[in-house]
């Protein structure tokens, strides 16, 4: 568990491996969370995008 968060935070979060050892563990556990959170407000948002966007072959006349 410890190396994926510190795999998740050095490549994902670009933040240096010597930091994130050694900081505590909630600290960690905070930094992860705030990376999740972030993850999904980029998602949400490329899904609103995607349906403003979307076409449908049903409204278009023939």
């Not at 968060?5 to 930094?31: D, M, Q, W």
């Amino acid at each position: 568990m410890v190396m994926e968060e510190i795999y998740l935070l050095t490549h994902h979060a670009g933040y240096s491996a010597e930091y994130i050892e050694n900081i505590p563990v909630f600290k960690r556990r905070f930094y992860l969370n705030l990376l999740k959170q972030e993850l999904m407000g980029i998602k949400e948002e490329q899904d609103r995008i995607a349906s403003k966007t979307k076409h449908t072959v049903s409204s278009r006349r023939r």
